[in-house]
């Protein structure tokens, strides 16, 4: 069983900036992408962003797109999002999720594994 493990949620104002990891516990399991999602209180879980693994081919949500980046480091077990320009509406637990066959990057439903999720809380 994949797990996967995120950090680097913490509190911050509005306008700065979180870097989220997330590793899995498996390096050569197979992934067809790598997303995060992310939960407020009394909402659904909702896309975030996206990144195809073998192409590299990135996809973000219209509310983060030009604020956020999906990386992945060059040993290809960790991917990361970049947060910046912060605001309060970012406020969620935030999940990273790995898909292991062709599927909706944006659909959670099509994921496989899920990390536990880190806390991202940002003040105005």
């Known amino acids: 069983q994949v797990q996967l493990v995120e950090s680097g949620g913490g509190l911050v104002q509005a306008g700065g900036s979180l870097r989220l990891s997330c590793a899995a516990s498996?390096?050569?399991?197979?992934?067809?992408?790598m997303g995060w999602f992310r939960q407020a209180p009394g909402k659904e879980r909702e896309f975030v962003a996206a990144i195809r693994w073998s192409s590299g081919l990135r996809n973000y949500a219209v509310s983060v797109k030009g604020r956020f980046t999906i990386s992945r480091d060059n040993d290809g077990n960790t991917v990361y999002l970049q947060m910046n320009s912060l605001k309060p509406e970012d406020t969620a637990i935030y999940y990273c999720?790995?898909?292991?066959?062709?599927?909706?990057?944006?659909?959670?439903?099509?994921?496989?594994?899920w990390g536990q999720g880190t806390q991202v809380t940002v003040s105005s």
């Open positions: 999720a790995a898909q292991t066959a062709y599927g909706s990057a944006s659909n959670p439903a099509q994921y496989d594994y």
């Open positions: 498996e390096r050569t399991f197979s992934r067809y992408s």
